[in-house]
C-alpha cells in the first residue's frame, strides 16, 4: 500500500533528491489522471534537481495521428490501447542499462498533437530520469512499467480542480468550450476512472488541494 504521512512539495522534492545516487540511474515516475498536475510536478522536480535530472513523458509513445484513424481510434485519442506502451517500457530499459552514452526519447507536441521523434537526449552521467504518465500503474501491455520504475507518485487532485484544469487545457489547445468539457468528460473521464483504480499501486498519494503546486498532502 503507498505511504501514508503528510509532506510540502520542499520535501517532496527532498524524497526525489534522495533517489539521486551518482554513478546510477534511477527512474521516478508521477502519474495521475488527465488534468492532474503530472506535468507540472514533473517540472518542479526537474527544475529543482537541475543536471542531476532529465524529464521523459510518456506521452512521446504517442500513436500518429494517421496510425489512429487506420486503427479506428482517433475519437479516443489518449486512451490507453493509442500508446505504443512497449516502446515505452523498452526505452526505459535502455534508460536503466546506462550502459549507452546518450539515448534519445521522444516528446508530445500539443502545439500539433503528434509525437515527436529523439526530442530528449538522456546523458549517461544523468543519475535520475523524471517520467510523468497516465498510465505507469495500469495492467496489460503497461504492466512491464512498474519494474522499471524506483518509486511512483500518484498525484490525486480534488475533482473540480481537474476537471477544470483539463477544460481550460483543451481550449488553449483549440477546441471549443463545448467541445472541450464533452472530451473532458467523455473520453477522458472513462480514462481517469481507469487510471484512479491504479492508485494503491504507488509508493506515495499525493492530494493536491489547489491550482499549482502550493498545496500539497502526502497521505
Do not use: C
Not at 490507453?80 to 534508460?95: K, N, S, V, W
Not at 489547445?173 to 487510471?195: C, E, H, M, V, Y
Request: charged letters at 25%.
Amino acid at each position: 500500500m503507498p505511504e501514508k504521512s503528510t509532506a510540502t512539495l520542499g520535501e517532496l522534492i527532498d524524497r526525489a533528491w534522495r533517489l539521486v545516487t551518482p554513478g546510477e540511474r534511477r527512474i521516478l515516475g508521477i502519474t495521475g489522471p488527465p488534468g492532474a498536475g503530472k506535468s507540472t510536478a514533473a517540472a518542479a522536480v526537474g527544475e529543482a534537481l537541475g543536471e542531476d535530472a532529465v524529464l521523459v513523458p510518456m506521452d512521446g509513445f504517442h500513436l500518429a495521428d494517421a496510425e489512429l484513424r487506420r486503427l479506428g481510434r482517433r475519437d479516443r485519442k489518449g486512451a490507453a490501447d493509442t500508446f505504443d506502451a512497449a516502446g515505452f517500457a523498452a526505452l526505459l530499459r535502455r534508460l536503466r542499462d546506462q550502459g549507452e552514452q546518450n539515448v534519445y526519447a521522444p516528446v508530445f507536441r500539443r502545439d500539433v498533437e503528434e509525437p515527436i521523434a529523439g526530442a530528449i537526449s538522456v546523458p549517461a552521467s544523468v543519475p535520475l530520469v523524471v517520467t510523468e504518465g497516465n498510465y505507469l500503474l495500469a495492467d496489460g501491455p503497461w504492466a512491464p512499467v512498474r519494474g522499471l520504475l524506483d518509486e511512483v507518485w500518484f498525484l490525486d487532485t480534488e475533482e473540480p480542480l481537474r476537471l477544470d484544469r483539463l477544460i481550460r487545457r483543451h481550449e488553449q489547445f483549440g477546441k471549443p468550450p463545448a467541445a472541450a468539457r464533452a472530451w473532458a468528460t467523455g473520453s477522458d473521464q472513462r480514462n481517469a476512472d481507469l487510471i484512479g483504480r491504479t492508485r494503491a499501486r504507488a509508493d506515495l498519494i499525493v492530494r493536491i488541494v489547489t491550482d499549482g503546486l502550493s498545496s500539497v498532502t502526502v497521505s
